[in-house]
């Protein structure tokens, strides 16, 4: 599926480039809404539906004889495609060469944009593109840690195939595959019966720090225990990919690179 966003911001830069409402309205949802980087050019900044599509070209038209947005970078951010290259333009009469940075970030519903906001500032671009994908992998996590005792299904689900995980109760032996995952999680909750609460969670990009307090209760000797730790996980393809439980918050932060 993220080949596949890719592909689909590719076609809708060729047909922004050609012109082509058509091709742009096929790749976008009804409720479409694009934020152009002249944003003071637009009244209320933003075009919405098929309407505003053809509205921006017909303005876009009007403004300059010829504007194109030269792609050179594409970033899959899971839910998203980051754009990054230059705009170029001749201005309508006085022919005057323009050109900028540019990047443009487009979120996805499925298959679909459902919004398209572009940047001068491509630094900037790259921030809000940052921050979308990281809320995007806190959620992943969220969900991995909470199906770990709760949803044997739920924690499949979301676990990658080619998971490396290094336990902390296993001693940061290292565990790879999504088989080896669930054998984890079927051998813990043999012994123990447990809750954890999550504490604290966070991410940047790919990687997600949180803490969480684990109380559990040893079925065969009745011995109950409590203790924190600190995670350090990365997301791939919408699932977890690499965890290491880490004892020490300061440890866990650093190799997230989160440190504060």
Known sequence: MSREKVDIARRGIDAFNRGDVEALAADTTEEVELFPALAGAVEGGGFHGRG????YFQITAETWDEFRILAEDFYDLGDGVLVVGRIW????????????PNAIVMDFRGTKVWRIHSYFDQ???????LEAMSRKHVEVVLRWLLA????????????????EWMPFEEGHIPSHGLDAALRL???????WEERITIDEIRG???????????????????ADVEMRFYGHCKVRDGKVSY???????????KAAALEE
């Open 185 to 191: 999680r079927d051998r813990w909750h043999g012994v």
């Open 243 to 253: 965890c290491y439980e880490h004892l020490s918050r300061d440890e866990a932060l």
């Open 89 to 100: 333009g001749r201005g309508k009469g006085s022919r005057v060469p323009v050109e900028a």
């Open 123 to 129: 630094a900037e671009a790259q921030d809000v593109a």
């Open 52 to 55: 505003g599509i053809e509205a």
């Open 204 to 222: 940047r990009g790919d990687d997600v720090f949180l803490a969480a307090t684990l109380v559990g209760h040893h079925k065969a000797s009745g």
């Open 148 to 163: 770990f005792g709760s949803d044997r299904d739920a924690f499949s689900a979301v676990t990658h195939p080619e998971i």
